[in-house]
């Protein structure tokens, strides 16, 4: 743990909401005993309360098949229906999104606006063949498209599996076999920091590698030339123009697949991670009303993530829609084209509830307190963190320089298998200390535990388990049931395993350490270490390769590897060049490694394991541990000095 961290345990420093947030408060003290007395009613009367079922559910949970566990299961709904077609009535005029363009064009979009929209793509696809349980992988940057997409393929009944635009053809290629999908929505381009992004490009290099993909839809954002397929491509305008702006919402049960959305995994491969209807759309809607405080009536909500990761389809579509909220959405990146982008959105829009990564909030304290400063951010009432711990210095920044001093921070935990938010504080009702997620939420079990799963005291760290099941979470890996069983419930019995490690202090309150497998969090995205150690190896001048994340005060961790070569080959600043953008190609530029070392051999156990831990403690300039295990204890000085001669990007 770091000094800081126990400082602040030491420090016991809090921030208790105000009486003025109490009193409007959506959550009332006595909601978490409440709900720990009965976690299936609670969790019950939330699906009830929140979502109109076409067949109400009469059982919750069902754990006769541990740990494919099912909530709802003889309820039908369709989740289309809930974010649009039922606010109609009352709030068809109700902006649902603020659209802000990268290049400055904007379009706003009411609830019927967006019903209409969905209904049109929803014949489209219906005309092209798609059916209840065909996949589609959709490939786009953050237009009103995509949304769009997502929702018509939840009203036909078909499984999205959105893959993030910044992943690479190959990257994509891989998504669409595992998914077996049939049809591809992507756009010509996109932008991001002034560039063009060529997506379409892109899609028809992973098309290539995917005989199973009978067409590619494409939205024509920015009006490039691009390539179209006579029978295969076809233009989104050109599938819509005569389309009925009606589309009947098919009549789904609870437990059927809503999405698929992959995460990265230790053996390399990225997981298929199954969320379903009724169980992931109680988890969605209720954190999204507590954790926020969200008032529909009053609040501009903007969750700056991308709809590529699973913030976006809890806490951008779904969530927010379903809660009737009107929320911003932004194409582009935060610094273009000044370092002010974001603030001067939240000031235009009056946005109430942000909602950002702690990798972001670094960035934006090493950019300057000036950027905020120059624009009114008094209409925020409530900030947001999420992706991976946030540092106290960041939280109190944030606090600072961001929104009026007495608006909660809500530092949450969660992660695309959880489908939403679990550990959280609840404003109005939980005082918050800077770095700390506080509480689990209402209605989730969670504990921290040794090596042996034995529950470690108030004061200690160990390994984070939700110790119950919740309506939202993962049912299962696509196609692969033994790993998700493998993955996440079999290193603590009858208890879930995210990987993250934990501290709980006096309070009880969690202070989330961070990865304990090798899945690094850069920039709040999980990549695999075995996935950039594959993409290295790949290259033609390497041999061998071993990856590890290391601290960064930007980024959370950043990506450290450590490369041996073939042959004669030497390295030199042209071949780390060379291997950094080849990386980016083989799997997306979140994946660039940070700093390359050349090294004759890597440190090896004597059975021929790579011991990542001393490579770690090289990269932090840490005391080495013991040595002694390794077949060659003398190549870790050589590796030593290397890297401490190197430099970084």
């Known amino acids: 743990m770091s000094e800081t961290l126990e400082n602040l345990l030491q420090e016991d420093r809090r921030f208790a909401p105000s009486p003025a947030f109490v009193a409007r408060a959506n959550a009332q003290a006595g909601i978490h005993a409440d709900a720990e007395a009965d976690p299936e009613a609670f969790w019950m009367t939330q699906a009830k309360d929140r979502i109109t079922w076409f067949k109400e559910p009469t059982v919750g949970l069902d754990e006769s098949n541990a740990p494919f566990y099912t909530w709802f299961a003889d309820g039908e709904l369709n989740l289309s229906y809930n974010c649009l077609d039922r606010h109609l009535a009352g709030s068809a005029d109700k902006v649902a999104y603020h659209w802000v363009g990268e290049p400055g064009d904007t379009r706003t979009i009411t609830f019927q606006d967006l019903h209409d929209a969905v209904c049109l793509f929803a014949n489209a696809l219906s005309g092209l063949g798609v059916v209840k349980g065909d996949r589609v992988a959709i490939y786009m940057g953050m237009i009103p498209e995509l949304p769009i997409a997502m929702l018509a393929c939840a009203r036909i009944g078909a499984v999205h599996s959105v893959v993030f635009g910044g992943f690479s053809s190959d990257a994509?290629?891989?998504?669409?076999?595992?998914?077996?999908?049939?049809?591809?929505?992507?756009?010509?381009?996109?932008?991001?920091?002034?560039?063009?992004?060529?997506?379409?490009?892109?899609?028809?290099?992973?098309?290539a590698r995917t005989p199973g993909v009978s067409s590619v839809i494409v939205v024509n954002r920015v009006g490039n030339d691009v390539l179209m397929v006579e029978g295969r491509d076809h233009w989104y305008h050109d599938l819509v123009a005569d389309q009925p702006t009606s589309f009947e919402p098919a009549v789904l049960n609870a437990e059927d697949p809503l999405y698929i959305l992959y995460t990265s995994g230790t053996t390399g491969k990225p997981k298929g991670i199954v969320h379903s209807q009724?169980?992931?759309l109680t988890g969605a809607v209720t954190t999204h009303s507590y954790v926020f405080d969200l008032k529909p009536d009053e609040d501009v909500y903007w969750c700056a993530a991308d709809i590529g990761w699973v913030t976006g389809h809890t806490y951008i579509v779904y969530g927010p829609l379903a809660n009737r909220t009107t929320s911003v959405m932004y194409e582009g990146a935060p610094n273009h084209p000044d370092l002010d982008r974001l603030w001067s959105i939240i000031a235009e829009y009056g946005v109430s509830i942000f909602y950002t990564a702690p990798t972001a909030i670094r960035a934006f304290m090493k950019w300057g307190d000036e950027y905020p400063l120059r624009h009114d951010l008094s209409s925020i009432r409530l900030?947001?963190?999420?992706?991976?711990?946030?540092?106290?210095?960041?939280?109190?920044?944030y606090r600072e320089h961001i929104g009026p001093p007495a608006a909660p921070i809500v530092d949450t935990w969660w992660q695309t298998e959880t489908g939403g938010i679990m550990i959280t504080p609840l404003p109005g009702v939980i005082a918050t200390k800077p770095g700390s997620a506080t509480l689990p939420f209402p209605g989730i079990g969670a504990d921290v535990v040794d090596a042996d799963g034995e529950s470690v005291p108030l004061g200690g760290g160990g390994f984070l388990v939700l110790t119950r099941p919740w309506p939202s979470m993962a049912r299962t890996i696509w196609g692969d049931p033994d790993r998700f069983v493998d993955t996440y419930w079999s290193r603590f019995p009858g208890r879930y395993f995210p990987g993250d490690g934990a501290k709980r202090d006096a309070d009880g309150y969690y202070w989330l350490l961070g990865r304990v497998d090798d899945i690094m969090l850069i920039s709040g995205h999980n990549i695999s270490t075995t996935e950039v150690e594959s993409a290295l190896v790949s290259?033609?001048?390497?041999a061998e390769a071993a990856v590890v994340g290391r601290r960064d005060p930007i980024t959370g961790q950043a990506i450290a590897a450590f490369v041996t070569l073939r042959g004669t080959v030497e390295g030199d600043d042209a071949l780390i060049e060379?291997?950094?953008?080849?990386?980016?190609?083989?799997?997306?530029?979140?994946?660039?490694?940070?700093?390359?070392?050349?090294?004759?051999?890597?440190?090896?156990t004597r059975s021929g394991k790579i011991m990542r831990r001393l490579l770690q403690d090289i990269s932090e300039q840490r005391q080495l541990g013991d040595v002694t295990t390794l077949a060659n204890a003398d190549i870790v000085h050589e590796i030593q000095a290397k890297a401490d001669g190197g430099s970084d990007e």
């Open 172 to 207: 994509l290629a891989d998504r669409i076999l595992d998914a077996d999908a049939k049809v591809v929505i992507t756009q010509d381009a996109a932008w991001r920091r002034g560039d063009i992004v060529p997506l379409k490009a892109s899609t028809d290099v992973a098309v």
């Open 383 to 397: 900030l947001g963190t999420v992706g991976e711990p946030i540092n106290p210095e960041a939280w109190m920044w």
């Open 539 to 542: 290259h033609p001048a390497v």
């Open 278 to 280: 009724g169980g992931y």
């Open 578 to 604: 060379e291997l950094r953008d080849h990386v980016a190609n083989v799997i997306g530029p979140i994946a660039k490694p940070k700093s390359i070392v050349f090294t004759p051999d890597l440190p090896k």
